[in-house]
């Protein structure tokens, strides 16, 4: 168990439709990763927050949208979703989001759209 | 342009014998490099790592190396176990700590 936690573990929706992917970091950790897995891919960096800030973007689109609270859990927002945007996503969290700071995963969302 | 590269996606090794895992790199700029092992409906869980300083790590049944000249990391597990059976991923940043993953290797350990 990494201390990482993630809500929900599946998720079924359809196109069109919004969603909101949860994640709660290990205790103590401020910096917060999303990342996206699809069939057959390798892991894809989307957002990085640090302490309530956004610190990095990777390939997110513009429909995706995340957040960071005053509590550090975190929120990645998927809106008009399209039958493409299927994947796992995971979350990962670091204490200090410096360069050598391991990020320890969650378990992941499986997203699924019909 | 994928900068980290997992050219083997699939690898089979005897029980007790030696895994030898490689990744290769593009980005110069790369001063972290870090292994994870994931099975499947879980997420990733890291390894080992080693910084570009370093040209040796080892933890355990673990070690990584890194020939930076060549741009190439690799990990070695000895002896090999049945439960070392699971995707591994070679995973690499850059300052801002945005890790780049590489697309896998899945090892599949024999008894």
């Known amino acids: 168990d990494s201390g990482v936690t993630q809500t929900p573990k599946h998720l079924i929706t359809a196109t069109g439709q919004r969603v909101t992917l949860r994640c709660s970091p290990r205790?103590?950790?401020?910096?917060v990763y999303w990342y996206q897995q699809s069939l057959d891919q390798g892991l894809q960096f989307l957002i990085q927050y640090y302490n309530g800030e956004e610190r990095a973007k990777g390939n997110i689109l513009e429909r995706f949208s995340a957040q960071q609270f005053p509590d550090l859990h975190s929120e990645l927002n998927l809106s008009s979703l399209e039958l493409g945007d299927s994947a796992l996503y995971f979350c990962?969290?670091?204490?200090?989001?410096?360069?050598?700071?391991?990020?320890?995963f969650g378990p992941g969302t499986r997203l699924t759209v019909l | 342009d994928q900068q980290v590269k997992q050219n083997s996606p699939s690898l089979s090794v005897q029980e007790g014998r030696i895994s030898i895992l490689n990744c290769d790199y593009t980005n110069s700029m790369f001063d972290y490099f870090l292994w994870y092992k994931k099975y499947p409906a879980e997420g990733p869980t890291f390894l080992i790592s080693?910084?570009?300083?370093?040209d040796k790590n080892e933890d355990g049944r673990f070690t990584v190396f890194l020939n930076k000249s060549a741009k190439h990391l690799s990990l070695h597990i000895v002896p090999s176990q049945p439960g070392d059976s699971a995707v591994y991923f070679c995973?690499?940043?850059?300052?801002?700590?945005?890790?780049?993953f590489g697309q896998g290797t899945r090892l599949t350990i024999n008894p």
């Open positions: 205790s103590g950790d401020l910096s």
């Open positions: 995973a690499a940043s850059a300052g801002a700590q945005k890790l780049v």
């Open positions: 080693i910084s570009s300083i370093k």
């Open positions: 990962a969290s670091s204490g200090t989001g410096d360069s050598s700071d391991t990020q320890y």
